[in-house]
């Protein structure tokens, strides 16, 4: 991610996306429409932030992924905050914080919003962008997670 020159506080918010292939050996059988394929491409983006820059990063990106999901004709969305699971990295005190930091977006977002506990990440919480499709089933698409851990696992 930083291959290209050394970073500095000041250029944060600092985000990068790319659009990647990935393929999988899935199991005979397993497929399913376009649930469970063997080869896809994914969207991914990391933006490194300070702290006091979390809501407003998050309140952009909903802002864009509510947009793109409208434009596809998809108006329930489906909002859920995943804490902190039994195996984890990171001190609960970091655990504490990055959960606040999720849980206060969601309310300054004034949308509704589920709490699942002890569905996240094993590196931290996450907030799951649901969408009900035209037949009635529930789809976990997007998610925002936050990652207080990794400065301290990569030094």
């Not at 659009?19 to 394929?37: I, K, N, T």
């Not at 434009?71 to 959960?99: A, C, M, Y």
């Not at 977002?109 to 089933?137: H, N, Q, T, V």
């Amino acid at each position: 991610v930083f291959n290209q020159g050394l970073k500095s506080y000041r250029d944060l918010p600092l985000r990068l996306a790319e659009f990647g292939s990935c393929h999988r050996f899935e199991p005979s059988g397993s497929m399913h429409g376009l649930m469970r394929v063997r080869s896809f491409t994914q969207d991914d983006a990391h933006i490194f932030c300070a702290e006091d820059e979390i809501q407003s990063e998050v309140a952009s990106f909903m802002q864009l992924l509510f947009g793109v999901y409208r434009d596809f004709g998809f108006d329930e969305i489906i909002l859920r905050l995943s804490t902190r699971p039994e195996k984890r990295v990171g001190s609960d005190e970091i655990w504490d914080r990055s959960e606040a930091a999720l849980r206060q977006a969601l309310d300054n977002s004034g949308l509704a919003w589920e709490l699942l506990p002890g569905e996240g990440a094993f590196y931290g919480p996450k907030i799951e962008f649901s969408l009900k499709d035209c037949m009635g089933r529930v789809l976990q698409c997007g998610t925002i997670q936050v990652d207080f851990s990794m400065p301290d696992r990569l030094g």
